[in-house]
């Protein structure tokens, strides 16, 4: 009965239903959306938004702390360990003054007579650090010592040998690449590279009025680290062996002072400024419940431009990091935020995002969180443990603190906040 | 011949229309700013036929519609069907100067129905429909920037319903309606400025229970001769005790809090109550009148506690619509028959006081008009299109939106038919 006598001739009802199908069809997708605010006064579910700004002592704390050693995995390391660059020379204008030192390992009586040493060291060609560019007097003595450690944090001249073992004194304009070559006095050394004790310490002179940059153990390129040459005396005639140091670093005597009401960040010298945020306080303050959004929580320090100065080629990060720290074992180092931002208003101003570290903060209850502003920094991983090495510039940054006498240069954290009612 | 034909067509027109359709599902699903308040719109009828009348139908004594107004007329099912509804609707509001348009699409409702014995006329249906409606969007300003919020979901029954037909003038039916659904509201909080991030807030409602809906129709030349023609129809739907549970979850910008609170509680959704009167006019003409109640003072979505105080945004509401209707030719007297002439149309008017209640005092009221078309398919299968356009006007402009709207329905109706097979074997 359904079968091959077919009139194919299509119904006109069928003809009219395509058609008004298809004119639906451009009804539907002809009608445009234009949202408004009407409705709004109905809703029952509704978000509150805040924005309110924390300066004052209630809220935000701000402590000066110097702190030269870093623990990772129970090793205490010196704040410029890992550093490629050794810092020294002198900045009169800071009253800033940039030692080396370097542990000497142990030469055993195997090796022969020592009949002549040096120490080479390799100037790193574009850093320079000072108020005058034309201060290209590299001069320094070379001391020893024999209680010089990895966690050496201070030296004093009453720690070094009474009388220098070389001294060194050369003009070298900045950007040049040169290696520095000084004969050691052997005759006062050659007993102690015998013992494990032996460590040198380059102290600048007077004269030295610039910081200059040297290659470390770390730089990068064994052909730039110094060493020790020696000259070993056997039957068969005078032969040259070489002995790179154990460790080295560089420390930093920083006598400067600041205007009242600003503190300073200085990497090599370990100066940091602490924050503790009094998360407990701002809570209760908002009324917040632990599970509110934060929108953005923006940490701004004002800088003293006139206080801050900086080598002519930075060596690393030139914005100091914010690093967030347990507020209950303030030793641990939870996350880094270097991602800093200049206003765009006030290139002197310095924003951090801390708004993920806030709303953990308030979701856990906690009372305090407490961060570290420190003046660059370099990560580093030791094994499994991500840390921050401690800055080695010598760059100052200087800024307002919460006693400056301007309120609006205080620092200050800018929250924005949202939550369902 | 003319069966197989008509049946590609038909599916053709199905699939152009549903296709497009699920295609704007993507796009937006919103509606009537007033659906913020309580469960949202009420449903009046789902079913374009139904739709084309106005949401009239209480008294429709009809073999070829799962009457989802009166399980009653179940029993005048007259062949097993399967019918599959879509909507389209289209609000424009005006408060003062702001203006705002919305629109949705939505899958109606999903109904079987057959005749299971025609002795005792018992006919039944399961299916799914919605009940009310909660979709809506609009932006809340301030000084810190917008807030966007979208209402999505609505309250849905699952139903299964039968019905019988005592003597050839009394049908009762019942219907076991389960309840279920989401409403929830999506709110993203836009903060302007530079290094700001939104937060995404959703808090929603899930809603579940029982009612019982039941129904007669009676012809009452049954009792008078003098009304031959005449039919009155009833139903009445239980309130409903709903276990809701409020979940909020909290989406913040650091990821790993994410979080959902959840708190069991109280929902209550009202009785209700439908009466319609209809006559019938020689073999293609039929008007029909109903009206209904639902009082709403004491329903709300959730509370902590039952005896929390009722939702103030809501209170009565009741329905008076009027159909006329001109019956499509049945399908066995439609050969010669011009289109015009064999399609049902369809025309109603109704006036709604609404539930909402937006401020103190305040009343809404809904008038609007429908027209529809019942095209029949030589299959037995029919297409039915519905379109109507309303206005809600508040007591007080000044504090509640006007909102014009404009809604499209399709049905699509399957029926038994369908299925016999296409080409006779040698064997038949």
Same mark, same amino acid.
């Given at each position: 009965?359904?079968?091959?006598?077919?009139?194919?001739?299509?119904?006109?009802?069928?003809?009219?239903?395509?058609? $008004?199908?298809?004119?639906?069809?451009?009804?539907?997708?002809?009608?445009?959306?234009?949202?408004?605010?009407?409705?709004?006064?109905?809703?029952?579910?509704?978000?509150?938004?805040?924005?309110?700004?924390?300066?004052?002592?209630?809220?935000?704390?701000?402590?000066?702390?110097?702190?030269?050693?870093?623990?990772?995995?129970?090793?205490? #390391?010196?704040?410029?360990?890992?550093?490629?660059?050794?810092?020294?020379?002198?900045?009169?204008?800071?009253?800033?003054?940039?030692?080396?030192?370097?542990?000497?390992?142990?030469?055993?009586?195997?090796?022969?007579?020592?009949?002549?040493? !040096?120490?080479?060291?390799?100037?790193?060609?574009?850093?320079?650090?000072?108020?005058?560019?034309?201060?290209?007097?590299?001069?320094?003595?070379?001391?020893?010592?024999?209680?010089?450690?990895?966690?050496?944090?201070?030296?004093?001249?009453?720690?070094?040998?009474?009388?220098?073992?070389?001294?060194?004194?050369?003009?070298?304009?900045?950007?040049?690449?040169?290696?520095?070559?000084?004969?050691?006095?052997?005759?006062?050394?050659?007993?102690?590279?015998?013992?494990?004790?032996?460590?040198?310490?380059?102290?600048?002179?007077?004269?030295?009025?610039?910081?200059?940059?040297?290659?470390?153990?770390?730089?990068?390129?064994?052909?730039?680290? *110094?060493?020790?040459?020696?000259?070993?005396?056997?039957?068969?005639?005078?032969?040259?062996?070489?002995? =790179?140091?154990?460790?080295?670093?560089?420390?930093?005597?920083?006598?400067?002072?600041?205007?009242?009401?600003?503190?300073?960040?200085?990497?090599?010298?370990?100066?940091?400024?602490?924050?503790?945020?009094?998360?407990?306080?701002?809570?209760?303050?908002?009324?917040?419940?632990?599970?509110?959004?934060?929108?953005?929580?923006?940490?701004?320090?004002?800088?003293?431009?006139?206080?801050?100065?900086?080598?002519?080629?930075?060596?690393?990060?030139?914005?100091?990091?914010?690093?967030?720290?347990? @507020?209950?074992?303030?030793?641990?180092?939870?996350?880094?935020?270097?991602?800093?931002?200049?206003?765009?208003?006030?290139?002197?101003?310095? $924003?951090?995002?801390?708004?993920?570290?806030?709303? #953990?903060?308030?979701?856990?209850?906690?009372?305090?969180?407490?961060?570290?502003?420190?003046?660059?920094?370099?990560?580093?991983?030791?094994?499994?443990?991500?840390?921050?090495?401690?800055?080695?510039?010598?760059?100052?940054?200087?800024?307002?603190?919460?006693?400056?006498?301007?309120?609006?240069?205080?620092?200050?954290?800018?929250?924005?906040?949202?939550?369902?009612? | 011949?003319?069966?197989?034909?008509?049946?590609?067509?038909?599916?053709?027109?199905?699939?152009?229309?549903?296709?497009?359709?699920?295609?704007?599902?993507?796009?937006?699903?919103?509606?009537?700013?007033?659906?913020?308040?309580?469960?949202?719109?009420?449903?009046?009828?789902?079913?374009?036929?139904?739709?084309?009348?106005?949401?009239?139908?209480?008294?429709?004594?009809?073999?070829?519609?799962?009457?989802?107004?009166?399980?009653?007329?179940?029993?005048?099912?007259?062949?097993?069907?399967?019918?599959?509804?879509?909507?389209?609707?289209?609000?424009?509001?005006?408060?003062?100067?702001?203006?705002?348009?919305?629109?949705?699409?939505?899958?109606?409702?999903?109904?079987?129905?057959?005749?299971? @014995?025609?002795?005792?006329?018992?006919?039944?249906?399961?299916?799914?429909?919605?009940?009310?409606?909660?979709?809506?969007?609009?932006?809340?300003?301030?000084?810190?920037?917008?807030?966007?919020?979208?209402?999505?979901?609505?309250? @849905?029954?699952?139903?299964?319903?039968?019905?019988?037909?005592?003597?050839?003038?009394?049908?009762?039916?019942?219907?076991?309606?389960?309840?279920?659904?989401?409403?929830?509201?999506?709110?993203?909080?836009?903060?302007?400025?530079?290094?700001?991030?939104?937060?995404?807030?959703?808090?929603?409602?899930?809603?579940?229970?029982?009612?019982?809906?039941?129904?007669?129709?009676?012809?009452?030349?049954?009792?008078?001769?003098?009304?031959?023609?005449?039919?009155?129809?009833?139903?009445?739907?239980?309130?409903?005790?709903?276990?809701?549970?409020?979940?909020?979850?909290?989406?913040?910008?650091?990821?790993?809090?994410?979080?959902?609170?959840?708190?069991?509680?109280?929902?209550?959704? *009202?009785?209700?109550?439908?009466?319609?009167?209809?006559?019938?006019?020689?073999?293609?003409?039929?008007?029909?009148?109903?009206?209904?109640?639902?009082?709403?003072?004491?329903?709300?979505?959730?509370?902590?506690?039952?005896?929390?105080?009722?939702?103030?945004?809501?209170?009565?509401?009741?329905?008076?619509?009027?159909?006329?209707?001109?019956?499509?030719?049945?399908?066995?007297?439609?050969?010669?028959?011009?289109?015009?002439?064999?399609?049902?149309?369809?025309?109603?008017?109704?006036?709604?006081?609404? *539930?909402?209640?937006?401020?103190?005092?305040?009343?809404?009221?809904?008038?609007?008009?429908?027209?529809?078309?019942?095209?029949?398919?030589?299959?037995? !299968? =029919?297409?039915?299109?519905?379109?109507?356009?309303?206005?809600?006007?508040?007591?007080?402009?000044?504090?509640?939106?006007?909102?014009?709207?404009?809604?499209?329905?399709?049905?699509?109706?399957?029926?038994?038919?369908?299925?016999?097979?296409?080409?006779?074997?040698?064997?038949?």
């Amino acid at each position: 009965m359904f079968t091959s006598d077919v009139n194919f001739k299509r119904p006109h009802h069928l003809s009219f239903a395509a058609l $008004i199908a298809l004119a639906a069809a451009l009804l539907i997708t002809s009608c445009k959306e234009n949202i408004s605010t009407i409705g709004s006064p109905f809703l029952q579910d509704s978000v509150f938004r805040g924005a309110n700004t924390f300066s004052d002592s209630a809220n935000i704390r701000l402590y000066a702390v110097l702190k030269q050693t870093v623990s990772a995995e129970g090793i205490a #390391y010196n704040v410029n360990y890992s550093s490629p660059y050794l810092f020294l020379g002198n900045a009169p204008s800071e009253n800033m003054s940039a030692w080396i030192g370097m542990k000497i390992p142990f030469i055993p009586d195997s090796t022969g007579t020592i009949v002549d040493d !040096s120490l080479v060291i390799s100037l790193d060609s574009s850093y320079f650090y000072g108020t005058n560019p034309g201060a290209a007097l590299i001069e320094f003595d070379v001391y020893t010592c024999d209680h010089f450690s990895d966690s050496t944090a201070s030296l004093t001249m009453a720690d070094l040998s009474a009388v220098p073992v070389a001294h060194f004194s050369q003009t070298i304009v900045k950007d040049s690449q040169q290696v520095l070559v000084m004969r050691l006095d052997t005759s006062k050394i050659i007993s102690a590279l015998r013992t494990a004790s032996l460590s040198l310490i380059l102290v600048p002179t007077n004269n030295m009025t610039a910081i200059r940059g040297f290659a470390s153990l770390e730089n990068g390129s064994a052909s730039l680290s *110094p060493y020790i040459k020696l000259t070993i005396s056997s039957t068969s005639g005078n032969y040259f062996t070489s002995r =790179a140091p154990q460790y080295d670093f560089h420390l930093l005597a920083d006598k400067s002072t600041l205007a009242q009401g600003e503190f300073g960040l200085r990497g090599s010298r370990a100066l940091r400024e602490r924050i503790v945020i009094n998360t407990k306080q701002i809570r209760t303050q908002l009324g917040l419940t632990p599970f509110v959004t934060i929108n953005s929580a923006q940490l701004e320090f004002v800088s003293d431009p006139i206080e801050h100065t900086s080598s002519l080629l930075p060596v690393d990060t030139s914005i100091p990091a914010l690093v967030y720290r347990d @507020s209950l074992t303030a030793d641990s180092i939870q996350a880094i935020i270097p991602g800093s931002s200049r206003s765009a208003t006030d290139v002197n101003t310095l $924003i951090y995002q801390i708004r993920g570290d806030i709303e #953990y903060a308030v979701r856990n209850g906690l009372d305090s969180i407490v961060f570290e502003l420190q003046n660059g920094y370099a990560a580093r991983t030791f094994g499994t443990t991500y840390i921050i090495v401690e800055d080695y510039n010598v760059d100052r940054w200087a800024f307002y603190d919460q006693h400056a006498a301007d309120p609006t240069k205080r620092p200050k954290l800018l929250l924005t906040y949202s939550y369902l009612k | 011949m003319i069966a197989v034909l008509s049946k590609r067509s038909f599916l053709c027109i199905a699939l152009i229309v549903i296709v497009n359709g699920f295609s704007n599902t993507r796009v937006v699903a919103q509606g009537s700013p007033y659906s913020f308040l309580g469960f949202g719109d009420v449903t009046s009828a789902t079913n374009s036929r139904l739709q084309a009348l106005s949401g009239t139908g209480v008294a429709m004594a009809d073999g070829f519609i799962i009457n989802e107004l009166n399980p009653a007329a179940l029993t005048y099912l007259s062949k097993t069907q399967f019918d599959i509804c879509l909507r389209y609707s289209y609000d424009q509001m005006t408060l003062g100067p702001d203006q705002g348009s919305n629109y949705r699409f939505k899958i109606g409702g999903l109904s079987a129905g057959t005749l299971v @014995s025609s002795a005792a006329h018992l006919g039944v249906a399961i299916g799914f429909l919605p009940v009310t409606d909660a979709e809506a969007k609009t932006i809340r300003n301030d000084s810190l920037g917008g807030t966007i919020y979208q209402r999505e979901g609505g309250l @849905s029954e699952f139903y299964l319903g039968a019905a019988v037909r005592p003597t050839s003038a009394l049908a009762l039916g019942g219907r076991l309606d389960i309840l279920f659904g989401n409403v929830r509201t999506i709110a993203q909080a836009n903060i302007t400025g530079d290094d700001v991030q939104s937060g995404i807030f959703q808090r929603e409602y899930s809603e579940s229970g029982l009612r019982g809906t039941f129904g007669f129709m009676l012809s009452l030349d049954s009792l008078f001769s003098e009304l031959r023609g005449l039919t009155i129809g009833a139903s009445f739907s239980t309130a409903s005790s709903l276990t809701s549970t409020q979940r909020t979850v909290v989406t913040p910008i650091n990821a790993t809090l994410d979080s959902t609170i959840e708190n069991s509680g109280y929902g209550y959704y *009202p009785s209700e109550i439908k009466i319609g009167l209809a006559g019938r006019f020689g073999d293609r003409f039929r008007i029909e009148a109903n009206l209904s109640a639902q009082d709403f003072s004491n329903a709300h979505v959730f509370t902590l506690t039952k005896d929390a105080p009722a939702d103030p945004s809501l209170g009565p509401s009741n329905r008076y619509s009027f159909a006329l209707e001109r019956l499509a030719v049945p399908i066995e007297d439609s050969r010669g028959v011009s289109f015009w002439e064999k399609v049902g149309l369809r025309f109603g008017a109704s006036y709604m006081l609404l *539930p909402y209640r937006p401020a103190v005092g305040v009343t809404v009221h809904q008038l609007g008009g429908s027209f529809g078309l019942g095209i029949p398919f030589p299959s037995g !299968s =029919a297409i039915d299109i519905a379109a109507e356009l309303g206005i809600r006007t508040p007591s007080d402009q000044t504090i509640a939106p006007k909102d014009l709207y404009f809604k499209l329905g399709l049905t699509v109706t399957i029926t038994e038919r369908w299925f016999v097979p296409l080409r006779k074997t040698d064997d038949d």
